[in-house]
């Protein structure tokens, strides 16, 4: 059975950092891209990152070299490390799997529960 679990998420203050994992089970991580979106209240889902098989990476929001992601495929691991949290970055953090890198929710066929990160003070 395929699973996607985030953790790392948490409450941070601006300026701060936060590193996120989706942990992976049930299927072949090198086979597929893992793609991080979030969920702000109030909006729809936005295409954050998304690592390729082949580790190509693309950022889909205006991130400033402000996220990270990596994986590790004998973890079963994708990571996002976000630096300089803005309270904008408050969302709900979730990966999802898919054959190829799209900015569209619609082309992940599963995806995590989320994780939560809010940027206050």
């Known amino acids: 059975q395929v699973h996607l679990v985030e953790s790392g998420g948490g409450l941070v203050q601006p300026g701060g950092s936060l590193r996120l994992s989706c942990t992976t089970s049930g299927f072949t991580l090198d086979d597929y891209a893992i793609a991080w979106f979030r969920q702000a209240p109030g909006k729809g889902r936005e295409g954050v990152s998304c690592i390729s098989q082949d580790d190509a990476i693309t950022y889909y929001v205006d991130s400033v070299n402000r996220f990270t992601v990596s994986r590790d495929n004998a973890k079963n691991k994708v990571d996002l490390q976000i630096d300089s949290l803005k309270p904008e970055d408050t969302a709900v953090y979730y990966c999802?799997?898919?054959?190829?890198?799209?900015?569209?929710?619609?082309?992940?066929?599963?995806w995590g529960q989320g994780a939560q990160v809010t940027v206050s003070s």
């Open positions: 999802a799997r898919s054959y190829m890198c799209f900015d569209l929710p619609t082309k992940y066929d599963h």
